[in-house]
């Protein structure tokens, strides 16, 4: 169709009627963009209409701010017209590296999106070279190449000089007189012989004939293998497909008197060679792609590559591009027949030198049917051999993420070139197995391939795009019709095997699918425009299909039902657009701007992701990867909220009024202070202290740092007094939670992140301060948002969230991966490149709720490397708290401070565990939950339902009176008391507990305020709570927290454990000494009791269980965990301790961030936090990873 489509083009141009008429803006004549005689007539025929008169019509052209040309105001539409034609006629200009996405001098093509205002040219007027300057984007463009370059845009492989070197091959004479033939080498080494590769380069030089003659060079049992070479397939290629020279139509009919003919342009086809040969010879053509057909399938050594390969074998690559060739020659004797027969869907007119006899219609047809029944008894067959092996192997290693995207990519080859056979089947050709590879195929592409790559697919997949889904045009019309005949049965077959075939990880069928062909009953969607729509209506059970096998084979014959559409249906198929979707969500390849994000190719790498969007929100979508177990947060909007400032930043820092404690930290901070953060660009930044004076024996002092335009917090300054350097952090936004990063340090050697100290030129001495400074003061520079991370300037942020059926999941519940740039700082650098990092559930679940509310966190670090032998647990918590906290009496409790600032404050704890052993810890912990959930010994929560309140009751509320609070406006109550009744009745209040954090809210409007216990609510419920959170967010995580654990009947349902049971597990095995067996036993005792009732939380069935054990005794089958290590933080070390020497001695050799000093975990007392945060403990290990050194403590 292209090739008769291409001939009725030029045929209309070179018509005499068209011939007749002047052509305007005729760009491409010359390089330099003229107007030409033409158009400047046009031009005055128009001013003429108007009454205008112009002595150089020429400048009407031209585009000026404002716009001046009379032409162009009277006719806006004139210029659209212009770059319509020019952008045309550019876009056929065969020298590629005049185009503006050209990005180096060869031409090679860089894509490039430009906006409809961008491609808006503008004409400017050279009076002295007489042409016009055409510029888009700062470049110049033209309609024609230079005279010097004479090359095609995409010049034809068929040539004999496209693979020899100069001088050009004219003749046969030139290819035997040339002294080296190319070999056409390949990976494999030479393919072609001299004596080959010379009759290969002979048939070339003669274009009307070397269609034949190549052919049957290949069909051949010894040149049939030769087709493993890529360079030759292309030749093959060109010279089959390639519709070459156009004959013009005052030429048709003339014949050539002398051979050879001095004339070549008589040699030409008006509708391309192949068409040529099928019309006048077809038995050549199809007697050597049928032996090609033959060839090929011998070539078949039973696998499709090599197992770790991620190429298709030699032999394969043969028989892919050999199916391909005969499908492709089918379309050209398929038209042939149709239009022949009258029976093509739109080409009906007479097409020239075409003829074509009773006897070659016959051959046609004989030859078609030979070729399709080759394709597809054995080429389908071998395909679908070929997709059970890849769905096996994927099954072995469903693991590894390189064997499942391997094989997933493999299989959309091999579908792309399943449709392909089928591409010319009509109305009358069309079988359930046609129909089922047709559509379940397409479908697989659709979900599993990503269109619309530029060249990239065509290299892959091997067949282009356009041709793709020229297919799905071709054939969906077809499609519709053949399904809207179809009976029940039929229909369900087919649609079936195309959920099965889309659905399965390589679209293989096996033996055992077909039971699932009877479950689902598919329906037409009823509407005009659904035509091509279909859904299931409803499922079977398969006991029932198999018990009732009569009634079933009556129902199949029955006519095919109708349903609604609406948004609840179920899985649904759309014919006209090859796309299936699941309860209305599409799936398709994972947008490129998350694709692209740094995080999500660290964790998957550069392969393409397949996803279905299930939520989009004004601030965040989310995504579920096909077969990935992860699901994919994206929040594309910035966030423009700091985090709320705790009571106890309420001094502005001043250091004219620094207590006598403080004065150490005047030199420490006010050099930095007034160099970076004192104006004027960006504005200067107000710090903020603790209200209380700091201990005379603080080693570490925190300022807070406000936002210059949000107002919040914004930067956390930690100096050191004894290391005599300062750390800035900086606030970054990550899915809305906040997080404080590390970016500069004025002594890199004291850094737990690895600086780079600048480099670059500098015009004076740094001074002493800075002298190994390192790092940057505003990294993302300064902005209405906060930024995602402190590396770049970025509003938007991804989230990975891993399921937990994920292989490398050892949490129990689904785990968040978490950058290393939001770590910078809290852990060294040594881990985080070599560790992963997931947060699990623990922050959500959390039984101690006031540590929840501490923003208490739970990492795992995962090893980068499968060799690695541990696993690290890094905690987050808070030590102390600042309510009624003194300075003076809370030092007593070291408990409740922090050593080196003598304040309440956040600790984080670093624990290295075998790997080994966390593994075994987890599978332990799912045996007992296998217990529990199959003695229903535990339930979940029963959501408790938010009562509402009258808010038309005026309530009364005195200063110093408890009362509840909506903070956030969403209906959730936080307890707090009223500290002022203002004039306009609303009031200030402060919130108490664990909400102490969010300060003071003044002002608050009194329908927001109701009495203490108005609101029934559980501890723990609406814990995690984001800024920016849409209804429908609050409203999943509200449903997904609390599942009910009672049926309509009121029994106990079998719920699967939630996280928070499933990490205080641990708490049954002590209860039972370590006695897995025992408190297995035990479950199954207490579940057995009449008057059993389930247990709402892991400590009272634990409590119940260590009553039952008192006076037992076993052996203990715990997996002991003595080798668990504790990380020492050596910038908070104390000072003359041993810790604080070693670092001092070792910042000689290497940075605090590639230094690991570790204490045993028997060392500290169990479950306490005083031992890390006061004293020492003994040093068991240090370790310098960077340098490969570790030392071990030994008794002398």
Wanted: charged fraction near 20%.
């Amino acid at each position: 169709e292209l090739a008769i489509a291409r001939t009725a083009i030029l045929d209309y141009f070179q018509s005499p009627a068209q011939n007749r008429l002047e052509k305007i803006f005729s760009w491409e004549e010359s390089y330099e963009v003229r107007p030409g005689r033409s158009l400047i007539k046009f031009i005055r025929l128009v001013l003429r209409e108007l009454s205008i008169s112009s002595s150089e019509p020429q400048y009407l052209l031209e585009d000026n701010l404002p716009m001046s040309s009379v032409l162009m105001k009277n006719f806006p539409e004139f210029r659209c017209f212009r770059d319509i034609i020019f952008w045309w006629k550019h876009l056929m200009n065969t020298d590629k590296s005049d185009f503006i996405n050209s990005s180096t001098s060869e031409g090679t093509l860089s894509p490039i999106s430009l906006s409809p205002l961008e491609v808006q040219l503008r004409f400017v007027w050279n009076s002295t070279s007489l042409m016009y300057t055409v510029v888009v984007k700062k470049c110049l463009l033209h309609c024609r190449a230079l005279a010097t370059f004479t090359t095609h845009r995409y010049p034809s492989t068929a040539t004999p000089s496209f693979y020899a070197a100069a001088p050009a091959i004219q003749t046969e004479d030139d290819v035997i007189y040339k002294p080296n033939l190319p070999s056409f080498d390949d990976e494999c080494g030479q393919v072609l012989n001299q004596r080959d590769s010379e009759l290969l380069l002979s048939y070339l030089t003669v274009p009307y004939m070397r269609l034949p003659l190549l052919l049957s060079f290949f069909a051949s049992e010894d040149r049939i293998n030769k087709l493993q070479s890529p360079k030759l397939r292309l030749i093959l290629d060109s010279v089959l497909f390639e519709p070459g020279k156009y004959l013009p139509t005052n030429l048709t009919g003339v014949e050539p008197v002398m051979v050879p003919t001095p004339h070549s342009e008589l040699l030409s086809t008006p509708y391309g060679l192949l068409l040529s040969e099928l019309y006048r010879s077809p038995d050549t053509v199809i007697r050597s792609v049928l032996v090609l057909l033959k060839g090929a399938i011998a070539c078949d050594t039973g696998s499709s590559h090599d197992e770790w390969s991620d190429k298709f074998n030699a032999t394969t690559m043969i028989i892919l591009y050999v199916a391909r060739l005969a499908a492709r020659v089918d379309s050209y004797i398929s038209f042939l027949i149709n239009w022949a027969s009258g029976n093509h869907d739109f080409i009906d007119w007479p097409l020239r030198e075409v003829y074509l006899a009773e006897d070659t219609i016959e051959k046609l047809i004989t030859g078609r049917s030979e070729i399709r029944q080759i394709l597809h008894d054995q080429f389908a067959l071998l395909f679908e051999h070929y997709l059970q092996r890849l769905d096996s192997e994927t099954n072995r290693f469903i693991s590894m993420e390189f064997m499942v995207q391997r094989n997933s990519s493999f299989s959309c080859i091999l579908h792309a070139h399943k449709v392909i056979l089928y591409r010319n089947y009509c109305d009358v050709d069309m079988t359930i197995s046609v129909a089922k590879t047709l559509l379940g195929s397409f479908i697989y592409l659709t979900t599993r391939h990503t269109f619309n790559m530029c060249e990239t697919n065509q290299v892959f997949l091997q067949i282009p795009d356009f041709e793709l889904y020229e297919l799905l045009q071709v054939q969906r019309r077809r499609l519709v019709r053949w399904m809207n005949n179809c009976r029940q049965g039929t229909l369900d077959a087919v649609m079936q095997t195309a959920l099965l075939v889309s659905s399965s990880s390589t679209g293989g069928l096996k033996p055992t699918d077909s039971i699932f062909v009877d479950e689902n009953r598919w329906s037409r969607i009823r509407g005009d425009r659904s035509c091509g729509r279909f859904a299931v209506g409803f499922s079977r059970p398969t006991a029932t299909i198999i018990s009732s096998a009569t009634t079933l084979n009556e129902n199949l014959e029955n006519a095919v039902g109708v349903v609604e559409d609406s948004e609840e249906l179920g899985v649904e198929i759309d014919l006209q657009m090859g796309l299936m979707t699941l309860q209305s969500k599409h799936i398709s390849a994972l947008d490129s701007v998350i694709s692209n994000h740094s995080d999500v190719k660290m964790i998957f790498g550069e392969k393409v992701i397949q996803s279905s969007q299930y939520e989009n929100s004004v601030n965040r979508n989310c995504f579920r990867l096909v077969g990935l177990n992860h699901e994919i947060h994206h929040w594309k909007t910035a966030h423009h909220a700091c985090p709320p400032m705790a009571d106890e930043w309420d001094r502005p820092y001043d250091p004219a009024e620094l207590f006598d404690s403080e004065k150490w930290i005047i030199p420490l901070f006010e050099p930095a202070r007034k160099k970076f953060f004192d104006g004027p660009i960006p504005s200067p930044m107000q710090f903020m202290m603790s209200a209380l004076p700091a201990p005379a024996d603080a080693e570490v002092f925190v300022l807070l740092g406000l936002h210059q335009q949000l107002g919040g917090p914004f930067k956390l300054v930690y100096l050191f007094r004894r290391l005599r350097c300062l750390h800035v952090y900086e606030c970054v936004s990550h899915g809305r939670e906040w997080w404080y990063s590390l970016h500069m340090a004025t002594d890199y050697r004291f850094s737990l992140r690895e600086l780079q100290p600048c480099v670059e030129k500098r015009k004076e001495q740094y001074p002493d301060w800075w002298i190994r400074g390192a790092g940057s003061p505003y990294p993302a520079s300064v902005s209405s948002y906060l930024s995602s991370t402190v590396l770049q300037n970025c509003a938007s942020s991804v989230l990975i969230i891993r399921e937990q059926q994920h292989v490398e999941n050892l949490s129990g519940g689904k785990e968040l991966f978490i950058p290393a740039h939001l770590l910078f700082g809290v852990i060294p650098d040594a881990l985080l490149e070599t560790y992963n990092f997931w947060q699990d559930e623990s922050s959500l679940s959390f039984s101690d709720h006031s540590q929840v509310s501490c923003a208490y966190k739970r990492l795992r670090g995962y090893p980068k490397a499968a060799s690695d032998e541990f696993i690290i647990i890094v905690t987050f918590q808070y030590t102390g708290s600042w309510t009624g906290f003194r300075a003076s009496e809370e030092r007593v409790n070291c408990g409740k401070t922090i050593q080196a600032t003598g304040f309440p404050g956040r600790t984080v704890r670093v624990v290295r565990r075998s790997k080994a052993h966390g593994r075994k810890e987890f599978e332990l912990r799912l045996r007992l939950a296998s217990a529990l959930e199959s003695c229903h010994t535990l339930c979940n929560s029963q959501v408790m339902k938010t009562d509402k309140v009258d808010l038309s009751v005026d309530v009364e509320f005195k200063v110093n009176s408890s009362a509840e609070c909506d903070y956030e406006g969403n209906g959730e109550y936080w307890p707090c008391v009223v500290l002022r009744v203002n004039d306009n009745r609303t009031y200030d209040v402060e919130f108490v507990g664990i909400y102490k954090w969010v300060g003071v809210h003044r002002g608050v409007d009194p329908s927001l305020v109701q009495k203490r216990g108005a609101t029934k609510r559980l501890p723990s419920e609406n814990i995690i709570h984001w800024d920016g959170m849409s209804e429908s967010d609050d409203e999943d995580l509200r449903e997904n927290d609390y599942i009910s654990s009672t049926n309509d009947d009121g029994k106990s349902s079998a719920l699967r454990l939630s996280f928070a049971h499933f990490d205080h597990l641990h708490l049954l095995l002590e209860a039972a000494d370590g006695d897995e067996q025992l408190c297995v036993e035990c479950i199954k005792k207490i579940s057995q009791n009449v008057n059993f009732k389930p247990f709402d939380s892991v400590e009272k069935l634990a409590r119940v269980i260590s009553e039952q054990l008192q006076e037992h005794t076993g052996s203990s089958n715990c997996i002991p965990d003595n080798s668990d290590m504790v990380l020492l933080n050596t910038l908070y070390a104390p000072k003359r301790s041993g810790l604080f020497s070693l670092l001092k001695v070792l910042v000689r050799i290497e940075n605090a961030a590639h230094i690991c000093a570790w204490t045993k975990a028997t060392n500290l007392k169990a479950n306490s936090q005083s031992e890390l945060n006061f004293g020492c403990p003994n040093i068991d290990l240090v370790e310098l990873p960077r340098l490969k050194l570790a030392f071990t403590a030994r008794c002398d």
